[in-house]
Nanobody, 129 residues
Framework: QVQLVESGGGLVQAGDSLRLSCVAS????????MGWFRQAPGKEREFVAG???????????EYADSVKGRFTVSRDNGKNTVYLQMKSLKPEDTAVYYCAARAGYTVVVVTSSIDYDYWGQGTQVTVSS
């Protein structure tokens, strides 16, 4: 049974940092595409960051324009964990953040939510002004 479990969310002030973690179990994710999405109240779920395996230990990442330069996605395959380091947080970053996995190799970073196979339950991030 595949499971993704996010953690690390919380209430912070604008300008603060947070690191979200997503621990995967039930399969080997080292070559799977992984992604972070978020959903604010009344809004659709949106892509935040994604990372895909290329070859050897090379991975490629892609970010939404709204978080580029502030967020960093990384992974530790030994721990089957994907991270989202968030810096310079803004009130508009407030949302439930979801981790997602797409089984198998991809040639591009997957940015569409419908292309992911597995989802976590989400973790709330609230940024106060």
């Amino acid at each position: 049974q595949v499971q993704l479990v996010e953690s690390g969310g919380g209430l912070v002030q604008a300008g603060d940092s947070l690191r979200l973690s997503c621990v995967a179990s039930g399969r080997t994710f080292s070559r799977d595409a992984m992604g972070w999405f978020r959903q604010a109240p009344g809004k659709e779920r949106e892509f935040v960051a994604g990372i895909r395996w290329s070859s050897g230990s090379i991975y490629y990442a892609e970010y939404a324009d709204s978080v580029k330069g502030r967020f960093t996605v990384s992974r530790d395959n030994g721990k089957n964990t994907v991270y989202l380091q968030m810096k310079s947080l803004k009130p508009e970053d407030t949302a439930v953040y979801y981790c997602a996995a797409r089984a198998g190799y991809t040639v591009v970073v997957v940015t569409s939510s419908i292309d992911y196979d597995y989802w976590g339950q989400g973790t709330q991030v609230t940024v106060s002004s």
